[in-house]
């Protein structure tokens, strides 16, 4: 819904990084947006018609959903209800809600964040970005939203008070409202929360909605909280702490990974480099990640995300972190290793490359792309879509031409089954395994508009600072079919076409499968 070409969002959540769309479901039950079925909040409308954007009251919310029902009666408990619809705490950010009408009830629909720009000459692009944004997503879907609700997050800066914020944020909710306006998708209620307490810019009545504002529920308490406890669901704190987990050191141990991968790069470099020894290259890679991951299992557990990121930072060396880094940044090595999606593998896979995305420090930032990628795979082929929304936008933010990061953020974000990519990938697994195989890396042949990415390479000694992308062999270009018959495939160094073309293809066709609910998709 948001796209990575715009460059507006604040420094602290980052340009790229700190946009995210959600997966358009919303909660059932009780349920954060990361489970199955949508949520209601219905908006009882006065006798005389409709609200508009411009003359709303504190009106009731209801919600329902299958079995449970949770109801929203005032903009306290709407407030309340933010981290359930996200998954997580917002901070510093914009954030909007669509509700879609049935049987003259409000559903939840979609939902769109993007940090708070501290540039309010940016805020009229932001505010046009998201609304259409969201109406077009949700238009995409199949269900145009008929309602929304706006959310502006943001903690004091020193020296100034929340009704402070509140008010220096009131054009930017303006903005919204007008946004949303043209569109015809009235903003029923936008609420400013910070420094503790919730403030209303639809409702001017004091009783209700004084103008010192009102303090928030404790954590925890709301009817959408106790709902989603019932259901054994928590919040996921907040957006800094998760990708906290996947920014590189800031420590003295940074320089030291330095050293490493300098040192690594003048061995390893030449070696993905040379065709002969390429393949080889990519054996040890995947063999220590596996020693890697095997290491990890058998670690004994801790509690509390922050000391399990301590330890696994602790049974992963310099000199092997810089190995895997560098190993990675061949695209046919990172396909393989993009293999360990699912089952037993899935978990210590994750928690390696998070671990490495940690250790691409100083000049090194660039090199992230490939394990904060696989991070995001694993992470939405195993349900996890905040999580992989976010490492995929941050791989984004550290290589935005990775071609890899762009289809897959683009490809969870419009909702699409990770198992077809799963198919792919065990298929390519299988072939592997069989001698002799005309096909060995087990996909189909590309069809016109597939398209392969270029072979991201860390880059020599002699030039560490940069990265080299070498280019497909001449050979690619020459005509004529396959012994088999086929058309002829787009050969790539080590043998294997990348993954992205695959992932691009697989979008293609759930795209075209749509019909009429894509038409008109730029």
């Not at 959600?22 to 409308?45: H, N, Y």
């Not at 609700?149 to 020296?159: H, I, N, R, S, T």
């Not at 080889?280 to 990890?296: K, S, V």
């Not at 050979?475 to 080590?494: C, F, V």
């Amino acid at each position: 819904m948001t796209n990575h070409s715009e460059t507006t969002g604040s420094p602290e959540n980052g340009d790229r990084a700190g946009r995210e769309r959600s997966d358009g479901r919303g909660v059932q039950g009780g349920r954060p947006a990361s489970m199955d079925g949508p949520a209601s909040a219905d908006r009882r409308v006065p006798a005389d018609g409709p609200a508009s954007a411009d003359r709303l009251d504190c009106t009731t919310y209801d919600g329902h959903g299958g079995e449970h029902q949770v109801t929203l009666r005032t903009p306290a408990e709407l407030a309340d209800a933010l981290p359930y619809l996200l998954g997580y705490r917002p901070e510093d950010s914009i954030v909007l809600v669509a509700l879609h009408d049935k049987d003259g009830r409000g559903r939840f629909g979609g939902r769109a964040r993007l940090g708070i720009p501290g540039n309010g000459d940016d805020w009229p692009a932001v505010a046009r970005q998201l609304a259409q944004g969201l109406v077009t997503g949700s238009e995409r879907r199949g269900a145009r939203p008929e309602q929304m609700v706006a959310y502006l997050c943001q903690e004091p800066g020193k020296g100034e008070s929340g009704r402070q914020v509140m008010e220096r944020l009131r054009p930017l909710a303006q903005k919204l409202r007008v946004e949303c306006g043209l569109l015809e998708v009235p903003v029923i209620e936008a609420l400013c929360i910070s420094d503790g307490r919730f403030w209303s810019y639809c409702c001017t009545g004091a009783e209700c909605c004084p103008p010192e504002g009102q303090a928030m529920g404790l954590p925890g308490t709301s009817v959408l909280a106790a709902a989603a406890t019932y259901a054994g669901l928590q919040v996921r704190g907040t957006l800094r702490e998760l990708r906290g987990r996947l920014l590189p050191w800031e420590n003295a141990s940074a320089l030291a990974q330095e050293i490493a991968l300098d040192t690594g790069s003048m061995a390893i470099v030449p070696r993905i480099l040379d065709g002969a020894s390429r393949a080889g290259m990519a054996e040890e890679t995947l063999e220590l990640a596996r020693q890697i991951m095997r290491r990890f299992t058998q670690a004994p557990p801790v509690s509390g995300t922050l000391t399990e990121d301590l330890r696994d930072d602790q049974l992963l060396d310099h000199d092997e972190a810089a190995t895997l880094l560098l190993g990675l940044q061949d695209r046919t090595t990172r396909d393989r290793a993009a293999e360990w999606m699912e089952g037993d593998e899935a978990a210590p896979a994750l928690r390696l490359w998070r671990a490495l995305a940690r250790r691409c420090v100083g000049p090194y930032g660039e090199h992230a792309a490939a394990p904060l990628t696989l991070a995001g795979w694993v992470a939405w082929s195993t349900g996890d879509g905040l999580e992989a929304r976010e490492a995929l936008a941050m791989a984004l933010g550290a290589d935005p031409d990775y071609l890899f990061a762009r289809l897959l953020h683009q490809a969870c974000n419009e909702g699409l089954d990770p198992e077809s990519i799963r198919r792919c990938l065990r298929a390519e697994r299988v072939d592997r395994k069989q001698p002799g195989s005309e096909n060995p890396d087990g996909g189909e042949d590309l069809e016109p508009g597939d398209t392969d990415e270029p072979t991201p390479c860390p880059a020599p000694a002699t030039g560490r600072r940069r990265r080299m992308r070498s280019t497909d062999s001449a050979a690619a270009k020459a005509p004529g079919h396959g012994s088999n018959g086929s058309r002829p495939r787009t050969p790539t160094a080590g043998g294997t076409r990348p993954l992205a073309a695959r992932v691009n293809r697989t979008r293609n066709r759930a795209v075209r499968s749509r019909g009429a609910d894509t038409e008109g998709d730029a």
